[in-house]
T-cell receptor, first 111, second 114 residues
Framework: SQQGEEDPQALSIQEGENATMNCSYKTSINNLQWYRQNSGRGLVHLILIRSNEREKHSGRLRVTLDTSKKSSSLLITASRAADTASYFCATAASGTYKYIFGTGTRLKVLA | NAGVTQTPKFQVLKTGQSMTLQCAQDMNHEYMSWYRQDPGMGLRLIHYSVGAGITDQGEVPNGYNVSRSTTEDFPLRLLSAAPSQTSVYFC?????????????FGPGTRLTVL
């Protein structure tokens, strides 16, 4: 079974609005990563947050991590049409090398 | 650097045929992995490798073999293709084994098994 579960499965917003997506996972982790996938293409790394960090920023992206709840959120501020993509979280259980991906959130930003 | 390359981009097989999906990276990364992506399922880990000569199973390894004879190459073999293996296959690599680095993904191979 997959380690991570994102919600919502799909999200549609207007350009300029903020988009928030959530990821829940099952085991203790070293870190959590967020990736973006444009339709039919490979995944692109967005941001990594370590298990001892609670919040991290990168440009218009803000990621939070709550290890007590085994959950993370990705906030995209001032969204643009170009942000339309699927977003995935990925985690590696503590002591392992392998990254397991969640099911993804499909974001659509309407111009 | 070319990054992570995959060949072929598209492939159609008949049930029972075998084939090898190629993956190569030129970043001298120790960690390489194969994922498959089915609609609505996200990515599922098939096999991974932490260095030449070392491989291990992921979430869905049945029906697939891998080997890692060099740092650069990590081919995925389908032994006897089945319609359930119709999917998009992604190869990825990562520098360092501790897990604190991003994974770089190839463009994918779209496989259809009839």
């Amino acid at each position: 079974s997959q380690q991570g579960e994102e919600d919502p499965q799909a999200l549609s917003i207007q350009e300029g609005e903020n988009a928030t997506m959530n990821c829940s996972y099952k085991t203790s982790i070293n870190n959590l990563q967020w990736y973006r996938q444009n339709s039919g293409r490979g995944l692109v790394h967005l941001i990594l947050i370590r298990s001892n960090e609670r919040e991290k920023h990168s440009g218009r992206l803000r990621v939070t991590l709550d290890t007590s709840k085994k959950s993370s959120s990705l906030l995209i501020t001032a969204s643009r049409a170009a942000d339309t993509a699927s977003y995935f979280c990925a985690t590696a259980a503590s002591g392992t090398y392998k990254y397991i991906f969640g099911t993804g959130t499909r974001l659509k930003v309407l111009a | 650097n070319a990054g992570v390359t995959q060949t072929p981009k598209f492939q159609v097989l008949k049930t029972g045929q075998s084939m090898t999906l190629q993956c190569a990276q030129d970043m001298n990364h120790e960690y390489m992995s194969w994922y498959r992506q089915d609609p609505g399922m996200g990515l599922r880990l098939i096999h991974y490798s932490v260095g030449a000569g070392i491989t291990d199973q992921g979430e869905v390894p049945n029906g697939y073999n891998v080997s890692r004879s060099t740092t650069e190459d990590f081919p995925l073999r389908l032994l006897s293709a089945a319609p359930s293996q119709t999917s998009v296959y992604f190869c990825a690599s990562r520098g360092g084994l501790a897990g604190y680095n991003e994974q770089f993904f190839g463009p994918g191979t779209r496989l259809t098994v009839l």
